[in-house]
């Protein structure tokens, strides 16, 4: 029936690119919420250590437990930088991911246009044809009758 257009090739293939940048997008999404709950989890770690500490030094604490806290949190502290790192890592992985989804549907969304012009100029072309072929048979049957009167 319709018949496939050059364009068409484009077009699948821009589709094909555009669904793997989805699938891209989405993972870069999942990594991107990953992240930032690892760092919630860290932050809320590290303010469950802080306020155990605090507890503990209205008891009272030895110097060396104090110390091995206050040790322990530096180190929370440096793993929660490297995952604010991560995070932000994560977030601009995430927004070129968005743009070149944005680019390739874009760019389908462009070639779904030109075919659908296409088909359409094509519609009106064969639409021309049939009438042209009608007004042809018409105007045969009518002269085919006024040459033959007994038709």
Not at 97 to 123: C, P
Request: proline content about 2%; aromatic content about 6%; charged content about 30%.
């Amino acid at each position: 029936m319709a018949q496939k257009l050059p364009l068409d090739t484009l077009t699948d293939l821009a589709r094909t690119q555009t669904d793997d940048a989805a699938r891209r997008l989405g993972a870069l999404q999942s990594a991107q919420l990953s992240s930032s709950q690892k760092l919630d989890l860290l932050l809320q770690y590290r303010q469950d250590y802080y306020d155990q500490l605090h507890a503990l030094m209205n008891t009272g604490l030895p110097t060396a437990k104090w110390r091995n806290y206050q040790a322990f949190l530096g180190t929370l502290d440096g793993a929660i930088e490297q995952q604010r790192a991560i995070v932000a890592q994560a977030a601009s992985r995430l927004d070129h991911g968005r743009a070149d989804w944005q680019h390739h549907k874009r760019r389908l969304n462009s070639f779904d246009t030109l075919a659908e012009r296409v088909r359409r100029q094509e519609m009106l072309a064969q639409a021309k044809r049939d009438q042209r072929d009608s007004d042809e048979r018409a105007a045969r049957k009518f002269f085919d009758r006024a040459a033959n009167p007994t038709l």
